[in-house]
């Protein structure tokens, strides 16, 4: 589902309409899960100036076989999922930036809990002694599904991996509360 907005260049300030998905469903539309993945679904190339723009605005992301409701949403909102609809047992997320949902859609992709790996990067950014480092789930790895995160430092990607014992024992003190 898309609808049309107005956009402006962040470079050269000319107005540009463009098609914005508002809803997608990655049963059905395999191809732009892809393109969330990929992040190439969030920009759009200025037709004057070549400039790449992001497209932050809100949209719903269902992923039925991940039981993923998610919606893109730069402010907070309230969601409630009748409980007994299409969408009963969904895990309900709301991400506020484009780079958060893509991170969502790995993670449950991978079958894993979000609030637990949540917990596992803040034991990560502890242990480097980095407590405002952004980490972000990128991929399982090896034999031994090592957690592959990755983070900015000096205008590059890093990658850092942390045992699947970590997550485990994070997912463990959670569901203790
Ligand atoms: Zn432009």
């Not at 049309?4 to 098609?19: D, I, M, Q, S």
């Not at 949540?118 to 980095?130: F, I, N, S």
């Not at 699947?164 to 509360?177: A, G, P």
């Amino acid at each position: 589902m898309t609808r049309e907005l107005e956009a402006t260049c962040r470079r050269c300030g000319e107005k540009h309409r463009l098609a914005h998905c508002s809803t997608i469903n990655a049963a059905t539309d395999p191809d732009l899960k892809q393109q969330v993945l990929d992040g190439s679904l969030f920009v759009w190339e200025c037709p004057h100036c070549g400039e790449r723009n992001l497209d932050a605005e809100p949209l719903l992301y269902i992923d039925p076989e991940a039981r993923l409701l998610a919606v893109l949403s730069a402010e907070e909102i309230g969601l409630a999922v009748p409980q007994d609809g299409p969408y009963a047992g969904f895990a309900v997320r709301r991400a506020a930036t484009p780079g958060a949902l893509i991170e969502l859609v790995k993670a449950f992709d991978a079958g894993l809990d979000d609030a637990a790996l949540d917990l596992c990067k803040q034991v990560t950014r502890m242990e480097l002694g980095k407590d405002a480092l952004e980490l972000r789930f990128f991929r399982l790895n090896g034999p031994d599904n090592e957690i592959i995160f990755t983070y900015p430092q000096d205008g590059e990607m890093k990658m850092i991996a942390v045992g699947f014992n970590v997550y485990e024992d994070c997912r463990r003190i959670l569901s203790k509360h």
